[in-house]
């Protein structure tokens, strides 16, 4: 069995570089590191100046994401030995402007994702003295999968969609707009469905599919666009047929 | 020495990359999407196959015939083969993606996909013999 592995690491240095490079590093090969741990280790012995980001390493945080061997993965959830045996290309995700070696810019999914309102809205917010919002275990399944979602923002390295036409508003932001619009306390849908309706919300994606398998915690943001679309598409046709109903 | 950085608008020292017109040949996965999306050519190919076929039939029996003799030319035999594959492409994935834009609940629970897959075959086998036996039995 190989004694150490090649991890081929983007770096872009902006003060140096006017385009990203590789820098190869030789890391010991462990059965039980994932990509993070390699990382953190040329970071710690090979090279200190080497720049991503992580906290939880435990697929909670979703910090850590990032492109292995061209695919969008969580390096704290894709190990080592995986690749053997190597080398590992690993590079920032990609669609999205890189700041520095493997850190992008995510300032424009934070934006989008504030767009669909992404928390529980009422019209009227009940008395503290009438208690909780009750929910029963059915009416939680229901959106439950969706709620799963950790902001990794895999989906959008792994949409061509919003790598050709930046204004999508993504897999992430949609599944967590239908999240809330199917939990049973909300009552914002009619709010969510003006931003989710836009040619670059749902109609804008194409159902490549690649989200889906992205997702490293099985949220399924494609199914929920599609599902979407059947609900735009039904509320058209009741404004379209029955203009006097409000919406 | 190195040469400076790029600067673009308002932020200067970000690197984009541009995404290839060529993305698609990157993975299978990505491949197969964009030949789904072609399919959409073929499905209306047939289409306009059918309504000459219409126009053919409405202007009478010998421009019928003519019609007839087109259709099987090497051509059109060719067209019409790959067309029919591209179609049944077409068909088979929209089939098998039907459950994840449709998911059902009964009593609580999420009916498995292949329960939602499986009425659409059925209905596109009971059409397809339907038309069989409407072309055939005469």
Same mark, same amino acid.
């Given at each position: 069995m190989t004694e150490t592995m090649t991890l081929q690491v983007a770096r872009y240095r902006p003060e140096q570089e006017s385009e990203p490079t590789f820098d190869s590093f030789e890391v010991p090969f462990r059965k039980d590191w994932v990509i993070l741990d390699a990382l953190n280790y040329i970071k710690d012995k090979l090279d200190g100046s080497l720049s991503y980001r992580w906290s939880c390493r435990m697929g909670v945080c979703g910090s850590c994401g990032m492109m292995v061997n061209g695919e969008p993965k969580l390096t704290c959830a894709t190990f080592l030995s995986h690749y053997l045996p190597g080398p590992v290309r690993v590079e920032p995700l990609q669609y999205f402007p890189v700041v520095r070696d493997l850190v992008i810019e995510m300032t424009d999914f934070l934006v989008k994702l504030k767009s669909v309102k992404p928390w529980i809205v009422r019209q009227q917010e009940k008395p503290f003295s009438e208690g909780e919002y009750l929910q029963t275990p059915d009416q939680l399944d229901t959106y439950k999968q969706f709620s799963m979602c950790i902001n990794c923002m895999l989906c959008y390295a792994a949409c061509p969609v919003y790598g050709l036409d930046p204004h999508f508003i993504g897999p992430a932001a949609i599944a967590l707009a239908q999240r809330y619009n199917m $939990?049973?306390? $909300?009552?914002?849908s009619a709010e969510r469905l003006d931003i989710l309706s836009q040619h670059e919300g749902i109609w804008g994606c194409t159902f490549v599919g690649e989200c889906t398998k992205a997702c490293p915690k099985n949220v399924d943001p494609a199914g929920a666009i599609q599902q979407y679309k059947l609900t735009s598409a039904k509320e058209w046709f009741k404004s379209f047929l029955l203009p006097w109903s409000a919406k | 020495m190195k040469p400076p950085p790029v600067y673009t608008e308002y932020h200067p020292k970000w690197y984009r990359t541009r995404v290839s017109t060529y993305w698609w040949s990157r993975s299978w996965a990505y491949l197969k999407f964009i030949l789904r999306e072609l399919t959409s050519i073929f499905v209306a190919y047939f289409v306009v196959i059918t309504l000459l076929q219409i126009r053919a039939l409405k202007q009478g029996p010998q421009s019928y015939a003519q019609f007839q003799e087109w259709l099987r030319m090497p051509l059109p035999v060719v067209l019409n083969a790959v067309s029919l594959l591209f179609v049944l492409f077409h068909t088979i994935t929209w089939f098998n993606l039907a459950p994840r834009a449709m998911p059902v609940r009964i009593g609580g629970k999420r009916i498995a996909d292949p329960w939602i897959a499986a009425p659409n075959y059925v209905a596109w086998l009971a059409i397809s013999v339907l038309v069989a036996w409407l072309l055939l039995r005469g």
């Amino acid at each position: 069995m190989t004694e150490t592995m090649t991890l081929q690491v983007a770096r872009y240095r902006p003060e140096q570089e006017s385009e990203p490079t590789f820098d190869s590093f030789e890391v010991p090969f462990r059965k039980d590191w994932v990509i993070l741990d390699a990382l953190n280790y040329i970071k710690d012995k090979l090279d200190g100046s080497l720049s991503y980001r992580w906290s939880c390493r435990m697929g909670v945080c979703g910090s850590c994401g990032m492109m292995v061997n061209g695919e969008p993965k969580l390096t704290c959830a894709t190990f080592l030995s995986h690749y053997l045996p190597g080398p590992v290309r690993v590079e920032p995700l990609q669609y999205f402007p890189v700041v520095r070696d493997l850190v992008i810019e995510m300032t424009d999914f934070l934006v989008k994702l504030k767009s669909v309102k992404p928390w529980i809205v009422r019209q009227q917010e009940k008395p503290f003295s009438e208690g909780e919002y009750l929910q029963t275990p059915d009416q939680l399944d229901t959106y439950k999968q969706f709620s799963m979602c950790i902001n990794c923002m895999l989906c959008y390295a792994a949409c061509p969609v919003y790598g050709l036409d930046p204004h999508f508003i993504g897999p992430a932001a949609i599944a967590l707009a239908q999240r809330y619009n199917m $939990d049973s306390r $909300d009552q914002g849908s009619a709010e969510r469905l003006d931003i989710l309706s836009q040619h670059e919300g749902i109609w804008g994606c194409t159902f490549v599919g690649e989200c889906t398998k992205a997702c490293p915690k099985n949220v399924d943001p494609a199914g929920a666009i599609q599902q979407y679309k059947l609900t735009s598409a039904k509320e058209w046709f009741k404004s379209f047929l029955l203009p006097w109903s409000a919406k | 020495m190195k040469p400076p950085p790029v600067y673009t608008e308002y932020h200067p020292k970000w690197y984009r990359t541009r995404v290839s017109t060529y993305w698609w040949s990157r993975s299978w996965a990505y491949l197969k999407f964009i030949l789904r999306e072609l399919t959409s050519i073929f499905v209306a190919y047939f289409v306009v196959i059918t309504l000459l076929q219409i126009r053919a039939l409405k202007q009478g029996p010998q421009s019928y015939a003519q019609f007839q003799e087109w259709l099987r030319m090497p051509l059109p035999v060719v067209l019409n083969a790959v067309s029919l594959l591209f179609v049944l492409f077409h068909t088979i994935t929209w089939f098998n993606l039907a459950p994840r834009a449709m998911p059902v609940r009964i009593g609580g629970k999420r009916i498995a996909d292949p329960w939602i897959a499986a009425p659409n075959y059925v209905a596109w086998l009971a059409i397809s013999v339907l038309v069989a036996w409407l072309l055939l039995r005469g």
